[in-house]
């Protein structure tokens, strides 16, 4: 008899309120699913050069918008678009960069692009910058992600 109270107790105080922990991680690591940030590297610049840019793939289960980026190596980021007009290539920056479900978004060169305004120094080939991303989904609800990215040549 003592033994069975002795296992309801444990029971109620320590395995009910762990499970319910196990499930309300479950659930909340599902909300928070990260957007997948592939192939990111920053561009290398020459000496005296200020400005330089981002490239990578996004993609997210859901719809999501990039609406903002931040670098610990430049002064200010710009999500910047680029395109051929009338044998001009002509750069604009967006306020945001919306994904559509499952869709991958590919930023590149000549592309659209990460801008990275006010360089503190050259991006040097084999250094790691520091790039947040911050995404609003349909909710409404900011979320922030770091990613470090290799500095490479522009031909990669
Ligand atoms: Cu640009």
Redesign the pocket.
């Known amino acids: 008899m003592h033994v069975l109270i002795l296992f309801s107790r444990l029971l109620t105080t320590t395995l009910i309120p762990s499970l319910l922990m196990i499930v309300f991680l479950t659930a909340h690591a599902e909300t928070a699913k990260p957007v997948q940030i592939q192939q990111a590297w920053a561009r290398a610049t020459a000496p005296g050069q200020s ?1 330089g ?1 981002a490239y990578m793939t996004l993609v997210h289960h859901e719809n999501i918008t990039l609406i903002a980026a931040d670098s610990n190596a430049a002064g200010s980021v ?1 999500i ?1 678009s ?1 395109e051929m007009k009338n044998g001009v290539m002509k ?1 604009r ?1 967006l306020e945001e960069l919306p994904l559509k479900a499952g869709k991958a978004v590919k930023l590149g060169p000549g592309g659209l ?1 990460l ?1 990275l305004f006010d360089l503190q120094k050259p991006l040097k080939v084999g250094e790691k910058i520091e790039l947040t991303l911050c995404f609003k989904d349909k909710q409404g609800e900011v979320t922030h992600q770091t990613v470090t990215l290799p500095v490479k040549e522009a031909a990669q």
């Open positions: 400005v840019a710009e910047h680029m750069m920056m692009h801008m």
